[in-house]
T-cell receptor
Framework: NAGVTQTPKFQVLKTGQSMTLQCAQDMNHEYMSWYRQDPGMGLRLIHYSVGAGITDQGEVPNGYNVSRSTTEDFPLRLLSAAPSQTSVYFC????????????FGPGTRLTVT | GQQVMQIPQYQHVQEGEDFTTYCNSSTTLSNIQWYKQRPGGHPVFLIQLVKSGEVKKQKRLTFQFGEAKKNSSLHITATQTTDVGTYFCAGSAYNAGNMLTFGGGTRLMVKP
């Protein structure tokens, strides 16, 4: 099993550009989520999904879109990048249910200039 | 909304000293999870606590969940250089499903 994979590992964008961060998992997990990590602020939930076709907003959803067309993939789209979106982005997945641990991908380090 | 506070933000210790990080939630939690993130890495699950007053041990690590299920702690006995990293608590509120609210983390640095 590859676990949770994310691409790209690093990305530099100019303000106003758009891009998609890819996330895939091969553990047949129903729950997938996106977090951003900023220094001293822990991980903040952006969007999450409890299954294919179902997504919902987390704590900091503005400026981001998601879709879940398959169980395996959960891409995160930045519509018009802003410097405030400079961060490390982690995708995570787990089985449904609060008692399940979340598995994190290796992260994407995004810089918006 | 739910808030999870973690202290201290940073901790420098000499190898062999003990270390403790504390986690406090603004609301009662259904469970709390702890994760470790090595420098440059991603969070890795350590443990989950579910019951009021629960205490769990993993070798030199001791995890506690408060009686009111609003606070938790992680204690490391006799730190080693391999303990270096950031430790996060993450709480799950009742009826929140899989949604976790993370604390800000405690960064542990160990001097050999």
């Amino acid at each position: 099993n590859a676990g949770v994979t994310q691409t790209p590992k690093f990305q530099v964008l100019k303000t106003g550009q758009s891009m998609t961060l890819q996330c895939a998992q091969d553990m047949n997990h129903e729950y997938m989520s996106w977090y951003r990590q900023d220094p001293g602020m822990g991980l903040r939930l952006i969007h999450y999904s409890v299954g294919a076709g179902i997504t919902d907003q987390g704590e900091v959803p503005n400026g981001y879109n998601v879709s879940r067309s398959t169980t395996e993939d959960f891409p995160l789209r930045l519509l018009s990048a802003a410097p405030s979106q400079t961060s490390v982005y982690f995708c995570a997945s787990s089985y449904i249910g609060a008692s399940y641990e979340q598995y994190f991908g290796p992260g994407t380090r995004l810089t918006v200039t | 909304g739910q808030q999870v506070m973690q202290i201290p933000q940073y901790q420098h210790v000499q190898e062999g000293e003990d270390f403790t990080t504390y986690c406090n939630s603004s609301t009662t939690l259904s469970n709390i999870q702890w994760y470790k993130q090595r420098p440059g890495g991603h969070p890795v699950f350590l443990i989950q606590l579910v019951k009021s007053g629960e205490v769990k041990k993993q070798k030199r690590l001791t995890f506690q969940f408060g009686e009111a299920k609003k606070n938790s702690s992680l204690h490391i006995t006799a730190t080693q250089t391999t303990d270096v990293g950031t430790y996060f608590c993450a709480g799950s509120a009742y009826n929140a499903g899989n949604m976790l609210t993370f604390g800000g983390g405690t960064r542990l640095m160990v001097k050999p």
